[in-house]
């Protein structure tokens, strides 16, 4: 399940194909604690034929094997084992960053579109190990799984689907299940949803029509139980917005790919999400209200973290169903060609290297170093070494100011803007890097 969520995430990417996807695995176990060992090594061999059918590869990884603690309290033995796990981390390169998808809804004018649910648990709603269990003080039963090769032929399906524009939006199902996912993508949209959940919590022993309306009472448990469980359950799987006339294409490649999928839904300018099973209202509540429970976890942890007064003014502007926002006011084009003066016009762009005393050895430094005296015409860019005792970074920033340069901040190395070259790195002891470019400001505060 960890390596099958973390492809289900990222398959919202223009990824070529799933053998570019690379996991990494980072294990923990109580290794030498009896029966852990034994637990390790069929795990690991589980993981492994998995990776091997669905075509993935686990090149790197790391491994906490410690996970054991023991004391004495009052001369009495005590130990905590954690038990086995695995996080498994995906990442693949991308062909075109503008063609990734986000569970942000699209509401183009005139067009109607609907919600499908992509269900890779066919139908079997597993509550096990789900945060709905959990916080109902269980664990659940039976979990989810998945299997190697229909997780392949979902990657496969929802990439061609993206390539060819039938996808608008795209959010896959974790934690929370169903309804966290819908409510998501209805927060990032501003919209409201109204869902039909009837093929999600399809019943067969509730065929009886008749039956049912005459002695509703003696089925209610079933009823509420195949609702949760359809809501909740955290099975593989992905929510995807298409277009209304879009859906025969959409379904005729899901069929041929053997994939299980509900028609689930769609938008409404109601700002409500809205629930409905058996053309009756099972659930009804406003989007900012369930924004404000959704957020509430956040907003007491920063509540005692940070300033009380500017948290609580951020809670409660989510209220506000009109507040568009936060948005960056640019004053220049985007579109500008900010490169076109320094090609082959012999003007060298002014850049400088920031870099802390003793760090003359670094490997980073020596590459740079390197490229400067190979192409000493390129740039002009002088070394400095900072006299005081100031933080590299806001020593950074104060000349970004002054000479109007953008900053793209990365730990580990050196980031690359998609629109211009890389000019310059500014390093300090603990490599943190900069990519300076020579894009002009478009203010202090949304720079920042």
């Known amino acids: 399940m960890a390596i099958g969520e973390a492809v289900t995430n990222?398959?919202?990417?223009?990824?070529?194909?799933?053998?570019?996807?690379?996991?990494?695995?980072?294990?923990?176990?109580?290794?030498?604690?009896?029966?852990?060992?034994?637990?390790?090594?069929?795990?690991?061999?589980?993981?492994?034929?998995?990776?091997?059918?669905?075509?993935?590869?686990?090149?790197?990884?790391?491994?906490?094997?410690?996970?054991?603690?023991?004391?004495?309290?009052?001369?009495?033995?005590?130990?905590?084992?954690?038990?086995?796990?695995?996080?498994a981390t995906a990442f693949a390169p991308v062909q075109d960053i503008r063609s990734t998808l986000t569970p942000q809804l699209q509401l183009p004018e005139g067009v109607e579109t609907e919600l499908?649910?992509?269900?890779?648990?066919?139908?079997?709603?597993?509550?096990?190990?789900?945060?709905?269990?959990?916080?109902y003080n269980s664990v659940g039963e039976h979990a989810p799984d998945v299997d190697p090769a229909q997780l392949k032929a979902f990657f496969d399906s929802v990439?061609?689907?993206?390539?060819?524009?039938?996808?608008?939006?795209?959010?896959?199902?974790?934690?929370?299940?169903?309804?966290?996912?819908?409510?998501e993508m209805a927060f990032a949209a501003k919209c409201g949803l109204s869902l039909v959940l009837d093929t999600v919590c399809y019943d067969p022993y509730m065929n009886d029509v008749d039956g049912l309306e005459k002695?509703?009472?003696?089925?209610?448990?079933?009823?509420?139980d195949r609702l949760f469980a359809g809501l909740f359950a955290e099975e593989l799987g992905a929510v995807i917005q298409i277009r209304r006339?879009?859906?025969?294409?959409?379904?005729?490649?899901?069929?041929?790919?053997?994939?299980?999928y509900h028609f689930i839904g769609e938008p409404n300018d109601k700002d409500e999400i809205r629930l409905r099973r058996n053309a009756k209202l099972v659930f009804g509540a406003s989007r900012v209200e369930l924004l404000q429970a959704w957020s509430?976890?956040?907003?007491?942890?920063?509540?005692?973290?940070?300033?009380?007064?500017?948290?609580?003014?951020?809670?409660?502007?989510?209220?506000?169903?009109?507040?568009?926002?936060?948005?960056?006011?640019?004053?220049?084009?985007?579109?500008?060609?900010?490169?076109?003066?320094?090609?082959?016009?012999?003007?060298?762009?002014?850049?400088?290297?920031?870099r802390e005393q003793g760090r003359t050895r670094s490997s980073r430094w020596q590459r740079l170093s390197s490229a400067r005296a190979s192409r000493p015409s390129m740039f002009t860019c002088p070394t400095c070494r900072p006299a005081v005792s100031i933080s590299p970074i806001s020593m950074a920033w104060r000349l970004a100011?002054?000479?109007?340069?953008?900053?793209?901040?990365?730990?580990?190395?050196?980031g690359r803007s998609p629109s211009c070259s890389t000019a310059a790195c500014v390093t300090n002891s603990r490599h943190f890097s900069a990519a300076v470019t020579p894009l002009r400001l478009a203010s202090a505060t949304a720079a920042r």
């Open 116 to 135: 499908l649910l992509i269900d890779l648990g066919n139908g079997k709603n597993r509550l096990g190990g789900s945060v709905f269990a959990q916080a």
């Open 245 to 260: 006339d879009d859906r025969a294409r959409v379904t005729e490649l899901l069929r041929s790919a053997q994939l299980s």
């Open 296 to 354: 509430e976890t956040s907003y007491r942890i920063a509540k005692l973290r940070d300033d009380p007064e500017s948290v609580q003014q951020e809670f409660d502007g989510l209220a506000d169903a009109t507040d568009p926002g936060r948005s960056v006011s640019l004053s220049f084009d985007v579109k500008e060609d900010v490169a076109a003066p320094f090609i082959a016009s012999g003007v060298r762009p002014k850049v400088v290297v920031l």
């Open 401 to 414: 100011v002054v000479s109007r340069t953008v900053m793209c901040w990365g730990r580990g190395r050196a």
């Open 10 to 87: 990222i398959a919202a990417a223009d990824i070529e194909k799933l053998g570019d996807v690379k996991l990494s695995a980072n294990w923990m176990a109580a290794a030498g604690h009896r029966g852990e060992d034994a637990k390790l090594y069929d795990t690991v061999k589980a993981v492994s034929d998995f990776c091997v059918t669905a075509g993935l590869s686990i090149p790197v990884g790391k491994d906490s094997l410690s996970m054991r603690t023991a004391w004495q309290d009052d001369a009495e033995d005590k130990q905590v084992v954690a038990p086995l796990s695995l996080i």
């Open 159 to 183: 990439q061609r689907l993206r390539r060819d524009g039938l996808l608008l939006a795209y959010h896959d199902r974790s934690d929370g299940g169903l309804f966290a996912t819908v409510c």
């Open 215 to 224: 002695k509703p009472d003696t089925l209610k448990g079933r009823f509420g």
